[in-house]
T-cell receptor
Framework: NAGVMQNPRHLVRRRGQEARLRCSPMKGHSHVYWYRQLPEEGLKFMVY????????ESGMPKERFSAEFPKEGPSILRIQQVVRGDSAAYFC??????????????FGQGTRLTVV | GNSVTQMEGPVTLSEEAFLTINCTYT??????LFWYVQYPGEGLQLLLK?????DKGSNKGFEATYRKETTSFHLEKGSVQVSDSAVYFCALSFSGGSYIPTFGRGTSLIVHP
C-alpha cells in the first residue's frame, strides 16, 4: 500500500514563475492537508481539502496561492509569480477523514521549493 | 482554538541518556494525541499515538502517556541512540467534524556518541 506521494521532491523556480506541487494521498484517504515548513520553524497549516472541495484555507496566503483536489488525480498546490520568500518545504498529508475512527495523518516526503 | 506547545530545542544528549520532551496542549473537547518524527530531508513519520485519557502510546522504545488532568503528552525514552537524532513534533487531532491536525513547533534532538 503506497504511502502519500509528493512530486517533485525538489523544485527550482526563478522569481515570477509558477510552481505546481502534486500530492497523491494514500489509497482510501479522501482528505488532504498542505503544510509549509520554513528552515528552523515548525509546520504551518495552509489548506484542508476533500475531493472537489476546499474545507479550510485559513492558512493560505490570499494572493498567488491556490489549491485543488479534483475528483480524479492528485491534489495540486499552485503558487503563481513565486518570490524568494516562498522558498520552503511543502508537505502534504492525508487521512481517511471523519467517521473512519482514524485520526492520524500520514505525510509525504515533501517538495522542497527553491526560488532563485 | 486548539494549540500544542513543545519545549524548545535543541535537546542535546549523550548516547544512552534518558530523554524527555515536554508537550502540552489546549483543546476544546478530547483530542487524540500524536508524536511524529522527522529525519533530515524527510517527511514526518507517525511515531506513536494515544486516543483517550491515560492511554500510553509506545513505539521503538519511545513512550508517551495522555494526561488529561495536566493536558500533557510528554515523550520519553530510557536510552537514546545516535540514530534517534531528529526533530520531534507533538500534535493533536479530532475524530469528528472538520478537523485539522495541529502541530507544535518541533523539538530538535541531537544525540552524541
Amino acid at each position: 500500500n503506497a504511502g502519500v506521494m509528493q512530486n517533485p521532491r525538489h523544485l527550482v523556480r526563478r522569481r515570477g514563475q509558477e510552481a505546481r506541487l502534486r500530492c497523491s494521498p494514500m489509497k482510501g484517504h479522501s482528505h488532504v492537508y498542505w503544510y509549509r515548513q520554513l528552515p528552523e520553524e515548525g509546520l504551518k497549516f495552509m489548506v484542508y481539502l476533500q475531493k472537489e472541495n476546499i474545507i479550510d484555507e485559513s492558512g493560505m496566503p490570499k494572493e498567488r496561492f491556490s489549491a485543488e483536489f479534483p475528483k480524479e488525480g492528485p491534489s495540486i498546490l499552485r503558487i503563481q509569480q513565486v518570490v524568494r520568500g516562498d522558498s520552503a518545504a511543502y508537505f502534504c498529508a492525508s487521512s481517511p477523514g471523519p467517521g473512519s475512527g482514524r485520526t492520524e495523518a500520514f505525510f509525504g516526503q515533501g517538495t522542497r521549493l527553491t526560488v532563485v | 482554538g486548539n494549540s500544542v506547545t513543545q519545549m524548545e530545542g535543541p535537546v542535546t544528549l549523550s548516547e544512552e541518556a534518558f530523554l524527555t520532551i515536554n508537550c502540552t496542549y489546549t483543546a476544546t473537547g478530547y483530542p487524540s494525541l500524536f508524536w511524529y518524527v522527522q529525519y533530515p530531508g524527510e517527511g514526518l513519520q507517525l511515531l506513536l499515538k494515544a486516543t483517550k485519557a491515560d492511554d500510553k502510546g509506545s513505539n521503538k522504545g519511545f513512550e508517551a502517556t495522555y494526561r488529561k488532568e495536566t493536558t500533557s503528552f510528554h515523550l520519553e525514552k530510557g536510552s537514546v541512540q545516535v540514530s534517534d537524532s531528529a526533530v520531534y513534533f507533538c500534535a493533536l487531532s479530532f475524530s469528528g467534524g472538520s478537523y485539522i491536525p495541529t502541530f507544535g513547533r518541533g523539538t530538535s534532538l541531537i544525540v552524541h556518541p
